[in-house]
């Protein structure tokens, strides 16, 4: 059985900081490259950013580009994302996707930016 589990959301004031981790585990398990999405209340959810393990390459949208930072460990299967300059725009439940053979998505962390 794969878990996908995020941690680190919580309160913040805007322009603000917060750092999420994930951590995907299970047997024989192993992924090609993992992402984090968003979805704020009223809305769908959202690409945030991607990384893959081969290549290392990173993408942002570009609504978080230039502030949030996506980084992992493949060997691990761990994630992070490391957001700066939070804005009240941020808020919303930030999902962590694993890539691999099969796709498992976490159940989401919680993030609130105060004006």
């Known amino acids: 059985q794969v878990q996908v589990v995020e941690s680190g959301g919580g309160l913040v004031q805007a322009g603000g900081s917060l750092r999420l981790s994930c951590a995907a585990s299970?047997?024989?398990?192993?992924?090609?490259?993992m992402d984090w999405f968003r979805q704020a209340p009223g809305k769908e959810r959202e690409f945030v950013a991607t990384i893959n393990w081969s290549s290392g390459s990173t993408y942002y949208a570009n609504s978080v580009k230039g502030r949030f930072t996506i980084s992992g460990d493949a060997a691990k299967n761990t994630l992070y994302l490391q957001m700066n300059s939070l804005e009240p725009e941020d808020t919303a439940v930030y999902y962590c996707?694993?890539?691999?053979?099969?796709?498992?998505w976490g159940q989401g962390t919680q993030v609130t930016v105060s004006s």
């Open positions: 996707h694993a890539r691999g053979p099969k796709n498992y």
């Open positions: 299970g047997r024989t398990f192993s992924t090609i490259g």
